[in-house]
């Protein structure tokens, strides 16, 4: 969040649409064209997009990974029309997750998750996936093959995605988006199962620095997959020309699922702040073990020391100062005095 305001900082005075300001990615820009209808595929590495054809038959899908050529996206976006603000938001990776519809097609913005296992790190990409006819056109920032099962499918012409139009490919990118977010959030509940048991067990200063770690994490997809779920729900709400009727039907597909990682994000949240107050409990209860048994070490030898304070006065006749029992017997009673108040505390369980 806080990059993203100083980014728009930057940008004060700069007409809409100016990609002078954006942080354009380093990654130098791959362009791959893949062409396939039922009988036949083509995959076709692109240098220059000058004089690219996209066949009217079949389904073309142009990928672009790596957004450091600005002039290749600019081609790419005067072939199919793309308004400046909308080639705008492909470089900007800080936009929420939303709908966009022109004049030629319609566009969404995405935003794929991973978590690193190593470092337990919410790592976020944002996708743009435009349709516009019969092409279907991704922007990625890295060069992630995050599609990598989708090609496989298409190689070797599994499922119906050959027989197929255009949107459903569309719509097969982004079930991946959302596949995956089900992958995270997996791995999302076992950190959690694991600092439930370390807060049983052991909870430690550590505990709290993960479960504040984690927290942030959960707000992050939070915000995301709510905006996901407004995406899923204009694509099934607007009847649109883009969309054939056999797609929407899968289109309800994911809508349900986009339903289930809302309300799953959101019992994280309320699980997480459980483990808060699970480690604030754990930590006032392993306190007052302390204190207690303090106070009965302490409470122990009150009366212990009010002997001994009484026979350590400095008075000249003191009852039985004379008599040669009287250091045992001062013992005797002490050791008494201190067995017998053990007792009593375990037999009132304090201990």
């Not at 996209?54 to 990974?65: A, D, E, R, T």
């Not at 959960?218 to 020309?241: C, F, G, K, P, Y």
């Amino acid at each position: 969040m806080l990059k993203y305001l100083k980014k728009m900082r930057k940008k004060r005075g700069f007409p809409p649409g100016s990609l002078n300001e954006l942080e354009i990615s380093k990654l130098r820009s791959e362009a791959t064209l893949i062409h396939y209808d039922n009988d036949t595929v083509e995959m076709t590495s692109l240098t220059d997009l000058a004089d690219v054809s996209f066949p009217k038959s079949g389904v073309n899908w142009l990928q672009i990974k790596g957004l450091a050529d600005i002039d290749m996206i600019k081609k790419v976006a005067d072939i199919f029309h793309f308004h400046p603000l909308l080639v705008e938001d492909i470089f900007n990776s800080d936009q929420r997750s939303r709908l966009e519809e022109f004049n030629e097609g319609i566009v969404v913005f995405l935003k794929h998750f991973q978590l690193e296992s190593q470092k337990d790190q919410l790592e976020s990409e944002q996708l743009t996936i435009a349709l516009v006819n019969n092409v279907v056109i991704t922007f990625q920032d890295s060069r992630k093959n995050i599609f990598q099962i989708l090609e496989e499918r298409i190689q070797k012409n599994k499922g119906r995605i050959r027989k197929m139009a255009a949107d459903y490919l569309f719509y097969a990118l982004i079930d991946i988006i959302i596949d995956d977010c089900f992958i995270v959030l997996g791995m999302i509940d076992d950190l959690i199962e694991d600092l439930e048991s370390e807060l049983i067990k052991n909870p430690q200063s550590e505990t709290l620095q993960k479960i504040y770690h984690l927290k942030r994490e959960i707000i992050v997809l939070r915000r995301s997959v709510w905006h996901l779920r407004e995406l899923v729900v204009a694509l099934n709400r607007d009847q649109n020309e883009f969309m054939t009727d056999s797609t929407q039907v899968y289109l309800k597909d994911i809508y349900d699922h986009a339903i289930q990682i809302v309300d799953i994000v959101e019992t994280f949240r309320d699980m997480i702040s459980n483990m808060l107050e699970m480690y604030l409990t754990s930590i006032s209860n392993k306190m007052n073990e302390v204190m207690k048994t303090l106070t009965i070490f302490a409470a122990i030898f009150i009366p212990l020391t009010f002997l001994a304070g009484v026979y350590g006065m400095n008075f000249r006749f003191l009852p039985e100062l004379e008599w040669k029992w009287s250091y045992p017997l001062w013992w005797f009673i002490t050791i008494l005095i201190g067995i017998s108040m053990i007792f009593y505390f375990k037999k009132k369980k304090w201990f």
